[in-house]
């Protein structure tokens, strides 16, 4: 039985979906006015492996994961480089999927634009106003009512006395109380022309709260069974978002809230005044066009950085830090070594539920997604097909690692990928210098030495791409095979 830390019960319970079989998912999504970092990374990744090990075990999954389009930020940047708002957005729309691509990360069920949903936003303001939950302030912005809300605060915990008294919150004198939160934006003087909609209230535009709201009512209805996001979300947009949806409709927003862990860089906070701020494409690219979202990927590094994501729990802390991708390079080179030494056929990869390695996976994903232990298993199951040379461990390994999204590459491609966070003691500084074009030019010339009988020739161009990170293996059948270690 599946097992899902709730973080609205701080509990883990059985996880039973609301109707029969399916199972609807809403995962809170990117503000697209930059790249995404490693923080959207990891909650890309995470809410993949929930939705593919949710379709494993037999669930039709309905995830839907929004796109904020629509947004101070966004605002900003349109007019700090004189272009629309559309423009802004499709461009970080696609480059948000050209790292979705890269990280082996499914397209979801529904993505929506919360621009698409603005009529559905007003109506629920409505509904709130209605119910003495709204009310429109002097400057013209809709607010929530904090105070007529009698369950605020039920998921983060926080105390509404404590959080005033410290002042942590930003004060405007239209308010009724300076935790109140707006719903609907009022037109201001510099917004951009396509950053307001006609409605009953005037001009404006939604408040950022207020799209999941709609979205998530609009296409999975209410309750949901999970609805998930970053650490950082809990307070205070999905407090809000519980206020507004069981205000409006009074039903549970979701059965179920999951939430990732933070993640760190070099022990510290992720942020760009502090220096240690990661795109995703930084971290994984080859080339970066400045002007341009298409990037190359460096498809080894994107699939470490996969692996080093879900080699921790998510609901964990996780250290992003040099020293940890070189250990993760590593830890997935040794389970793609297996792939290289032992020939496994895609089409022969079927899981077998019937063994123990299997059903130890199993029981490691039913608790609460528990990915650190089911890696646990597939080392297990490389160990047990590199001593035995079984072909059946390794297809298992293959099978069981596809449902986390790796060891899907050919094994052979994947070794061709020179990485910077590959490290070999004996090793020296031009480890990476080698294009796939060298060493395989380097090979043929090796093979004619060999076929003339001059050995000690063939050896020193053995000896050379050892030293520079290459391994050769020569096959049965006369031919070279190769991998940078």
């Known amino acids: 039985m599946l097992q899902i830390y709730n973080t609205l019960t701080r509990s883990k319970s059985d996880f039973k979906p609301i109707n029969d079989n399916v199972v609807n998912m809403y995962v809170c999504g990117m503000t697209v006015y930059d790249y995404c970092h490693l923080g959207h990374a990891r909650i890309m990744v995470v809410f993949d492996v929930i939705q593919r090990w949710l379709k494993n075990i037999g669930f039709d999954v309905r995830y839907v ?5 629509i947004d101070d930020k966004i605002i900003n940047k349109s007019l700090s480089e004189h272009k629309s708002i559309k423009e802004i957005t499709e461009f970080y729309i696609s480059a948000m999927h050209m ?4 990280l082996n990360i499914e397209t979801p069920f529904k993505e929506p634009k919360a621009t698409d949903y603005v009529n559905e936003m007003v109506d629920i303001i409505k509904l709130l106003e209605g119910k003495g939950l709204a009310y429109k302030a002097l400057d013209g912005d809709v607010n929530f009512s904090i105070k007529n809300f009698n369950d ?6 926080i105390n509404l006395n404590e959080l005033r008294s410290g002042n942590r919150v930003s004060v405007s004198s239209f308010k009724a109380d300076p935790l109140d939160f707006v719903l609907w934006k009022s037109y201001k003087k ?4 396509d950053s307001r909609w006609d409605s009953c209230y005037g001009v404006g535009r939604p408040g950022w709260h207020i799209e999941c709201s709609a979205m998530s009512h609009s296409i999975l209805g209410n309750p949901i069974d999970i609805h998930g996001g970053g650490p950082d979300l809990i307070f205070p947009h999905h407090e809000n978002e519980i ?3 069981e205000g409006a409709f009074g039903t549970n ?11 760190m860089v070099d022990d510290a906070k992720m942020s760009k005044s502090l220096g240690n701020y990661y795109t995703i494409r930084q ?4 080339e970066i066009l400045p002007v341009d979202f298409r990037y190359e990927v460096n498809l080894r590094e994107a699939e470490m950085l996969r692996f080093f994501i879900i080699r921790s729990h998510y609901r964990s802390k996780q250290n992003y830090t040099f020293e940890n991708l070189v250990d993760a390079q590593n830890s997935l080179d040794k389970l793609y070594l297996v792939l290289f030494n032992i020939n496994v056929k895609s089409e022969d990869c079927r899981v077998d539920w019937s063994d123990k390695f299997s ?3 199993k029981l490691a994903m039913n608790d609460d997604f528990n990915t650190p232990n089911a890696i646990a298993i597939l080392f297990d199951l490389a160990s047990k097909a590199n001593k035995n040379k079984c072909i059946h461990s390794a297809t298992q390994l293959k099978s069981l690692a596809g449902i986390l999204g790796i060891l899907s590459q050919d094994p052979m491609v994947y070794f061709s990928e020179p990485t910077r966070y590959k490290i070999s003691v004996n090793r020296n500084d031009s480890a990476d210098i080698l294009s796939k074009e060298d060493i395989e030019n380097l090979i043929c010339k090796r093979s004619y030495f060999k076929r003339n009988n001059d050995y000690l020739e063939a050896d020193k161009i053995r000896s050379m791409l050892n030293d520079s990170g290459i391994e050769l293996e020569d096959t049965s059948n006369g031919n070279t095979n190769w991998r940078r270690v």
């Open 65 to 69: 994961r929004n796109i904020t389009d």
């Open 99 to 102: 790292d979705e691509k890269a």
């Open 152 to 157: 605020y605060g039920k998921l983060s915990g």
């Open 190 to 193: 510099n917004d951009p022309y």
């Open 243 to 245: 206020a507004q949806t």
């Open 253 to 263: 927003l979701a059965n179920f809230w999951m939430h990732c862990g933070p993640l």
């Open 283 to 286: 971290a994984i690219g080859k």
């Open 359 to 361: 059903d130890a996976f």
